[in-house]
């Protein structure tokens, strides 16, 4: 069983459009975590959920939402999607603060 | 500005042979370092985690280094496999208290291991 699962994993849309990614761990962690992977293979932090709570919230544009419906899922909703947001979208879960982050596949989002 | 550099970029070695992956940083403070295996199509898996007094970890053919002292880190691949052809990340990452964790990430080392 896939403990960070991430749907969709391929997501090809047009400029203007909303859409969403949605994530689900099996692990029980009580953290998880959106990062964006640009083309340079850079990793960075967009948003950190702990017990439905948002704990770090980097400079992303208010267009990106994450939703928490319960401990075990973090989607991430975007809006007005752009050229610019087109990158590998990974969602992640880790126990505690001492425990490894434990990394969906990846969502490859392509805005046309 | 808290930053971490990997080096080299790029990397090819025959099957069977050593090498040697560099992590430099300056984030600061410190709480532990990463190291990641990023295989392509997939997401980064955890290789070894160290903290500030660990100045060796190992995880089967790896083996990682830390000097808290100069910030730098070091990943030591053993007798390389073909399934070792993958991006490795370091990570970075200092306590912020009742915020959490914040991770740094570098922009990782692609690995080629040819027949």
């Known amino acids: 069983d896939t403990a960070v699962s991430q749907t969709p994993k391929y997501l090809v849309t047009q400029m203007g459009n909303d859409k969403s990614i949605k994530c689900e761990q099996n692990l029980g962690h009580d953290t998880m975590y959106w990062y964006k992977q640009d083309s340079k293979k850079f990793l960075k932090i967009m948003f950190s959920y702990n017990n439905k709570e948002l704990i770090i919230n980097e400079t992303v544009p208010n267009r990106f939402s994450p939703k928490s419906p319960d401990k075990a899922h973090l989607n991430l909703h975007i809006n007005s999607l752009e050229l610019g947001d087109s990158a590998v979208y990974f969602c992640?879960?880790?126990?505690?603060?001492?425990?490894?982050?434990?990394f969906g596949n990846g969502t490859r989002l392509t805005v046309t | 500005k808290n930053q971490v550099e990997q080096s080299p970029q790029s990397l090819i070695i025959l099957e069977g042979k050593n090498c040697t992956l560099q992590c430099n940083y300056t984030v600061s403070p410190f709480s532990n370092l990463r190291w990641y295996k990023q295989d392509t199509g997939r997401g980064p898996v955890s290789l070894t985690i160290m903290t500030f007094s660990e100045n060796t970890k190992s995880n089967g053919r790896y083996t990682a280094t830390l000097d808290a002292d100069t910030k730098q880190s070091s990943l030591h691949i053993t007798a390389s496999q073909l399934s070792d052809s993958a991006s490795y990340i370091c990570?970075?990452?200092?306590?912020?208290?009742?915020?959490?964790?914040?991770?740094?990430f570098g922009t990782g080392t692609s690995l080629t291991v040819i027949p």
């Open positions: 992640a879960s880790r126990d505690g603060d001492r425990g490894p982050l434990h």
């Open positions: 990570v970075v990452v200092t306590w912020l208290g009742a915020w959490g964790n914040q991770f740094y």
